[in-house]
């Protein structure tokens, strides 16, 4: 910024009122452009702890890699990470007990009339694991509808053996998105049936581990070494699939705050979009720039 230079003279000693107006008129310029120095710096020093609610597929496979990292580089930390479900975090963000709230669903029209701030960081594949030995190469979404709403009970209805389906899901306490996007999705809003259910998505595979009948859906991010994903209608949960929505069960995945954010808010938001941010997400889902 350029500051304009006055050459004051003196005459007899004193300053006419002209000048002395000119003098005062350069010292406010002076005070403003510091105070403005000042505030901007105060917005770059922001080191205020960040609060974290919502998705536990976001938290548990993107934050907590990407929170280490973003503080290292700025020296902003986060002082809770809260992976209770994707409707908890956005009540939260709402109310203010949250800085950022995660989402791993779409935000609803409802939710949309609230005006929240949301940026997408990553698209995420719902997969229908089934145990590494079971033979079932491909599943419709009539047949995983069938499953989950107690239509089909036997394997053997798909060619399979003669055993009960054991359908796995989270807790059906209305505040999982990974059940909201499957129900809408999959099951095209019907109910679900007679379930096993267990507290959050990657103990939905982990079961499958010791329970070679059962069926599960969760982010690919949660396979193991017992468990297999299949394609639904034909089609894989590839990147390609993913973000041009041709897959069945794809989904964004979203980070929300009340208002635009500013200070440490702002700063994690960028670095989500950054390309170290990004790579985090790709490590396990679809970037957004893949």
């Not at 956005?90 to 203010?96: D, E, I, Q, S, V």
């Not at 995983?144 to 989270?170: H, M, R």
């Not at 979203?254 to 790709?282: D, N, Y």
Request: glycine share 10%.
């Amino acid at each position: 910024m350029v500051v304009g230079v006055f050459v004051l003279h003196r005459t007899g000693g004193l300053m006419t009122p002209n000048r002395l107006m000119v003098l005062g008129i350069l010292v406010v310029g002076v005070s403003l452009l510091v105070a403005c120095k000042g505030e901007e710096e105060k917005g770059n020093e922001d080191k205020t702890p960040l609060t974290y609610q919502g998705s536990s597929t976001i938290a548990d496979n993107i934050l907590t890699e990407a929170v280490p990292a973003f503080e290292k580089e700025t020296g902003i930390k986060f002082s809770k990470l809260s992976s209770d479900g994707s409707g908890e975090g956005f009540k939260a963000t709402m109310n203010g007990s949250a800085d950022i709230g995660g989402l791993s669903r779409r935000i609803t029209e409802e939710e949309k009339k609230q005006e929240i701030y949301h940026q997408i960081i990553g698209y995420d594949a719902l997969t229908v694991f089934v145990h590494v030995d079971n033979p079932l190469d491909g599943i419709t979404r009539t047949q995983l509808s069938g499953i989950f709403t107690g239509a089909i009970t036997n394997w053997s209805e798909l060619g399979g053996a003669d055993v009960p389906i054991e359908p796995v899901t989270e807790l059906l306490d209305g505040m999982r998105a990974t059940n909201e996007v499957f129900e809408h999705l999959a099951l095209e809003d019907a109910k679900f049936g007679k379930v096993t259910q267990v507290d959050r998505p990657r103990d939905c595979v982990a079961y499958i581990d010791t329970h070679p009948n059962a069926i599960a859906f969760a982010a690919l991010a949660f396979k193991t070494d017992k468990t297999k994903g299949i394609p639904v209608d034909g089609i894989a949960p590839t990147n390609v699939n993913v973000q041009s929505g041709a897959y069945l069960l794809s989904r964004p995945l979203i980070l929300i705050s009340k208002e635009v954010p500013k200070g440490s808010a702002k700063a994690f938001f960028e670095f989500m979009l950054s390309p170290k941010g990004q790579a985090i997400v790709a490590k396990k889902f679809v970037s957004v720039s893949q």
